[in-house]
């Protein structure tokens, strides 16, 4: 029962430019979405979130797009630093529970 | 900067033993999560716990867990009798609230469980 997926199970992009990770979902009841960034031997570490009722949140380098006519999210990382190479996980919340559904993950490499 | 703090961060032991996870929360954070994630796998929420009660639970979260917040500051995720296919990371979270104010839930590094 994949909630949110994840198609890209990598990506790698040249330090400066940007990275954009997607994610899909199919549960209309999803109200929240966040993106946490998990480094290896770490917990997720949370990154950026957005409500149902936006469309776009930036904060600094990111920026979360939704597009919920399509149960779409993006993360956009710009410009992309080795720093941010890790994985990436998109998470959905269902107001009328407790749980987070997290995605598969996406790992990003940016190289110099 | 408050952050969830987990121990042990590696735990090993022998299949039908049992083991306890502990979780400091951050102090002013009132639901707490265990989540985990079986190597190669993504994360998959346990349990969470709310007003000294359990508020949901998964179907992994069966007879053989339980949680409790012993002493106010502590949140503990206990195993009877452990499997190997318990052997996963542990992750223990935890919000300000629900909804649209709070929602964010801040993760503990982890604890490695690995059954043998």
């Known amino acids: 029962d994949q909630q949110v997926k994840q198609n890209s199970p990598s990506l790698s992009v040249q330090e400066g430019r940007i990275s954009i990770l997607n994610c899909d979902y199919t549960n209309s009841m999803f109200d929240y979405f966040l993106w946490y960034k998990k480094y290896p031997a770490e917990g997720p570490t949370f990154l950026i979130s957005i409500s ?34 890790a ?15 997290f995605g598969t993950g996406t790992r990003l490499q940016v190289f110099p | ?8 961060s590696h735990q090993v032991t022998q299949m039908g033993q049992e083991v306890i996870l502990r979780c400091v929360p951050i ?10 994630q079986i190597l ?4 998959e929420f346990l349990v969470s716990f709310y007003n000294n009660e359990i508020s949901e ?7 053989q867990f339980s949680v409790e917040r012993p002493d106010g500051s502590n949140f503990t995720l206990k195993i009877r009798s452990t499997k190997l296919e318990d052997s996963a990371m542990y992750f223990c979270a935890s919000s300000v609230g629900r909804g649209r104010v709070g929602t964010e839930a801040f993760f503990g ?3 490695r469980l690995t059954v043998v």
């Open chain 2, 57 to 63: 639970k998964s179907e992994i979260f069966d007879d």
């Open chain 2, 1 to 8: 900067e408050p952050e969830v703090t987990q121990t042990p």
């Open chain 2, 40 to 43: 190669g796998q993504k994360v």
């Open chain 2, 109 to 111: 590094q982890g604890t």
């Open chain 1, 87 to 101: 994985v990436y996980f998109c998470a959905a919340r269902d107001l009328n529970t407790d749980k987070l559904i």
């Open chain 1, 52 to 85: 149902s009722i936006k469309d776009k949140n930036e904060d600094g380098r990111f920026t979360v797009f939704l597009n919920k006519s399509a149960k779409h999210l993006s993360l956009h990382i710009v410009p992309s630093q080795p720093g941010d190479s």
């Open chain 2, 27 to 36: 102090s002013n954070h009132l639901y707490f999560y265990w989540y985990r």
